[in-house]
């Protein structure tokens, strides 16, 4: 007795049978199909549906079945998801290697140091202005840095006044990533830069809280919060890390 074997593939239907017959794309060739005997679906067909083909041994037809949507979605989430997690393991790996690289080369104190300046430059709260007992305006110190407050128009859009300020605090907090891959005794210096430009915003803020708020005196609603001094920390303990310039002048061979 010979066993009819059969196996299923995707397909899709480019023609719709009307006085010729339909036809199919699968696995890149192109298949003639009527509806008589094979079509198993509901559903008339149409260009474009996805469908499950059966065939035999031979490669005969035998059945054309219509796939269900919400099944194709499911499978195109299950794939697509597979896919970002394949790519979050691939960067997460890229990730730990860079990080590890550049324990390596600037220490891990020095890492951690560099790193939370970042976090504090950019999202950590640096200041406010309150009013009423109610937070009013919130400023991270990169936004800070960009903010005339003395300026209507710059409080409505804060973080885009200053350009220059703003790029050479941007330079500062690279700096340290840098200073490693600097061959010579002065690189150790560059740990200093987000600190110097700290202290550089830091003048500059202080007389533009001055010349704007400073008529209100004891009511002046600006206030510096604890993210300013979490930066400012971070800036010092990488500071610190500049000794080892004055140390390397001294001992060229070290």
């Known amino acids: 007795m010979n066993a009819t ?26 298949q003639a199909f009527s509806l008589d005997g094979v079509w198993r679906s509901a559903v ?48 997460a790996a890229q990730l730990q290697r860079l990080l590890s690289a550049l324990a390596a080369r600037m220490g891990m104190a020095t890492l951690a140091a ?28 990169h936004t800070l840095l960009g903010t005339n407050l003395a300026d209507q128009s710059s409080l409505m859009a804060p973080g885009h006044s200053r350009v220059m300020l703003r790029y050479l605090g941007f330079f500062a907090i690279v700096a340290p990533f840098a200073a490693p891959f600097i061959k010579t005794p002065w690189s150790r210096f560059l740990n200093a830069a ?33 993210g300013f001094y979490v930066l400012l920390v971070a800036c010092l303990a990488l500071a610190s890390r500049a000794q080892g310039w004055l140390d390397a002048t001294k001992n060229p061979a070290q």
């Open 44 to 91: 008339a067909p149409a260009p474009n549906q996805t469908v499950e083909v059966e065939l035999d041994n031979a490669g005969t037809l035998v059945s054309v079945t219509v796939l269900d949507q919400q099944q194709l979605v499911q499978e195109r989430l299950t794939a697509l998801g597979g896919v970002a997690q394949e790519q979050g393991k691939q960067i």
């Open 194 to 226: 987000p600190l110097a430009v700290t202290l550089i915003g830091w003048i500059v803020i202080h007389e533009n809280v001055a010349s704007g708020l400073g008529q209100l005196g004891a009511d002046n609603p600006f206030a510096f919060k604890w």
């Open 5 to 30: 074997m059969s196996h299923k593939l995707r397909g899709a239907v480019i023609k719709v049978p009307d006085a010729t017959p339909g036809i199919l794309a699968i696995s890149g060739r192109q």
């Open 114 to 141: 560099a790193v939370l300046v970042w976090i504090a430059w950019y999202l950590l709260p640096a200041a406010g202005i309150s009013g009423g007992g109610e937070d009013i305006a919130s400023f991270s110190f």
